[in-house]
């Protein structure tokens, strides 16, 4: 294995500890969302949701900008997977516009009714993302090891 494939390995194995640790995130904030209103009052979980919302979305964004810059994923020079690679990165602008749209209401009094039904919508879309993201990095890693396509 060359340097460069061992600099790619290790970059697709920080992705792939990235997206773990914001589907925990996504978890506890579907699970904030689904809250009753018998748990938590209506006041308190809007100020809880709103701090974890903000924290997630700071997340988000130093993920999507570590996957953008220089080589996206570690894997950029894959002609085999440039196709996928644009597809997922043409995403993560959209998700922020969604995001931000999300954090934005969230500072409103109170929410809009649908806030909670459109966040986990944003969370299953992310999640999706991730995901596709996982099998691209995973696909490479194999192509890599040479035990890929």
């Given amino acids: ?5 061992v600099s790619g390995q290790q970059k697709s194995q920080e992705t792939l ?4 640790e914001l589907r925990i995130a996504m978890d506890r904030l579907r699970v904030i969302a689904g809250a009753s209103m018998d ?3 209506a006041d308190r979980l809007q100020i809880l949701l709103g701090h974890d919302l903000n924290e997630f979305a700071l997340r988000v964004q130093a993920h999507f900008s570590s996957e953008e810059r220089g080589c996206y994923l570690g894997i950029e020079g894959s002609p085999e997977l ?7 990165r043409s995403q993560h602008e959209g998700l922020r516009v969604r995001l931000r749209g999300l954090l934005e209401e969230i500072e409103a009094t109170p929410p809009r009714v649908d ?3 459109r966040l986990v919508g944003l969370l299953n879309d ?15 890693m194999l192509r890599d090891t040479g ?3």
Avoid: C, K
């Avoid at 294995?1 to 494939?5: A, F, R, V």
């Avoid at 500890?17 to 773990?20: G, K, L, R, T």
């Avoid at 992310?126 to 490479?140: A, G, I, K, P």
């Fill in 39 to 41: 748990v938590i009052p």
């Fill in 115 to 117: 806030f909670g039904d």
């Fill in 82 to 88: 440039s196709g996928r690679l644009g597809v997922l």
């Fill in 17 to 20: 500890a990235e997206h773990a």
């Fill in 1 to 5: 294995m060359t340097t460069l494939q």
């Fill in 147 to 149: 035990r890929g396509a």
């Fill in 126 to 140: 992310l999640f999706h993302h991730e995901r596709s993201e996982n099998e691209v990095l995973q696909e490479s």
